[in-house]
């Protein structure tokens, strides 16, 4: 069990169940349409999906492989990416359709309340202590920043054009933000809450990573051959993981210190280790893989 990983495949309307290491397909789940962004509990041995055609949270049991519930949100929430609390009860739903995140509490499956943000959330991620998560608003161009017990919005900090994916760095002191449609990452002051850097890599982004092992920045770009790898310390590039295809996603296994990569092109996950960038398995998911999550991440 504990060497499970986990794709959405969008086109294939399911959820593939394989082994992290060896690249096995352990399991196909039927999902709801288009299931897209993923959130594990590991303690639980459950997995969540959000489901933007279907505007709902499933939860699939790992240990059963198969659906167990079903959070309906509203009409047009297209909820698209999750972001579990560590507390292993609180998800949160970015629903870009209807410009809110959703508080769902996991365990009953039922919504507890809802928070309006920016325009077109495209995720969310939540630090460490859980108190806090940032929202990325794709369509308004800003993060909200939610203290999460009140259930509010306590500041929106403007960014670069269409931010859609960020990373909080080991400390919690720095969040990395991806954009759509500028060629720099924004850096942001977890503390102040303002924007400190802007950090170059080029047109194209489609998805970051932070190693907290060693708080390096992987970032995938379209068209492009690599996955650029940066000094934390310099910002600057240091190193590049040789890729077949665009890659969507991007999670880092903290027991085999391997990368996997989600590469819709190749309706497939590859598995490559981080040492030496030895490619080490190949999943065949099918379907347009969208997001890719694993027991043991970091």
């Given at each position: 069990?504990?060497?499970?990983?986990?794709?959405?495949?969008?086109?294939?309307?399911?959820?593939?169940?394989?082994d992290?290491?060896?690249?096995?397909?352990?399991?196909?789940?039927?999902?709801?349409?288009?299931?897209?962004?993923?959130?594990?509990?590991?303690?639980?041995?459950?997995?969540?999906?959000?489901?933007?055609?279907?505007?709902?949270?499933?939860?699939?049991?790992?240990?059963?492989?198969?659906?167990?519930?079903?959070i309906?949100?509203?009409?047009?929430?297209?909820?698209?990416?999750?972001?579990?609390?560590?507390?292993?009860?609180?998800?949160?739903?970015a629903?870009g359709g209807?410009?809110?995140?959703?508080?769902?509490?996991?365990?009953?499956?039922?919504?507890?309340?809802?928070?309006?943000?920016?325009?077109?959330?495209?995720?969310?991620?939540?630090?460490?202590?859980?108190?806090?998560?940032?929202?990325?608003n794709?369509?308004?161009?800003?993060?909200?920043?939610?203290?999460?017990?009140?259930?509010?919005?306590?500041?929106?900090?403007?960014?670069?054009?269409?931010?859609?994916?960020?990373?909080?760095?080991?400390?919690?002191?720095?969040?990395?933000?991806?954009?759509?449609?500028?060629?720099?990452?924004?850096?942001?002051?977890?503390a102040?809450?303002?924007?400190?850097?802007?950090?170059?890599?080029?047109?194209?982004?489609?998805?970051?990573?932070?190693?907290?092992?060693?708080?390096?920045?992987?970032?995938?770009?379209?068209?492009?051959?690599?996955?650029?790898?940066?000094?934390?310390?310099?910002?600057?590039?240091?190193?590049?993981?040789?890729?077949?295809?665009?890659?969507?996603?991007?999670?880092?296994d903290?027991?085999?210190?391997?990368?996997?990569?989600?590469?819709?092109?190749?309706?497939?996950?590859?598995?490559?280790?981080?040492?030496?960038?030895?490619?080490?398995?190949r999943?065949?998911?099918?379907?347009?893989?969208?997001?890719?999550?694993?027991?043991?991440?970091?």
């Open positions: 069990m504990g060497l499970l990983g986990a794709a959405s495949a969008r086109g294939a309307d399911a959820v593939v169940l394989f992290k290491n060896a690249g096995n397909v352990a399991a196909v789940v039927p999902t709801g349409r288009g299931p897209a962004g993923l959130a594990i509990d590991s303690e639980r041995r459950r997995l969540y999906v959000a489901e933007p055609a279907e505007d709902a949270v499933e939860t699939i049991g790992l240990v059963e492989q198969s659906v167990l519930s079903r309906p949100l509203r009409g047009g929430d297209e909820p698209v990416e999750l972001a579990l609390l560590p507390d292993g009860r609180t998800l949160l739903s629903n209807s410009s809110t995140v959703s508080v769902l509490d996991a365990v009953s499956a039922v919504e507890t309340a809802r928070i309006a943000v920016g325009q077109k959330p495209s995720s969310v991620t939540v630090d460490r202590s859980g108190r806090r998560a940032y929202v990325f794709e369509g308004s161009s800003t993060v909200s920043v939610l203290d999460v017990a009140a259930r509010a919005v306590v500041a929106t900090i403007p960014t670069e054009a269409g931010p859609f994916r960020g990373q909080l760095d080991r400390a919690g002191d720095r969040l990395f933000v991806a954009h759509r449609s500028s060629p720099s990452l924004t850096i942001i002051d977890t102040s809450l303002t924007v400190t850097a802007r950090l170059y890599v080029g047109n194209g982004a489609t998805t970051l990573k932070v190693d907290t092992a060693s708080d390096r920045l992987y970032v995938a770009r379209h068209g492009v051959p690599d996955v650029q790898v940066f000094d934390p310390a310099s910002l600057l590039p240091v190193d590049s993981v040789p890729v077949d295809g665009d890659v969507s996603y991007l999670a880092i903290g027991e085999g210190n391997n990368l996997t990569l989600a590469l819709p092109g190749l309706a497939a996950i590859d598995i490559v280790r981080i040492v030496g960038k030895a490619p080490t398995a999943v065949e998911v099918g379907g347009d893989p969208y997001a890719v999550v694993l027991l043991g991440e970091r």
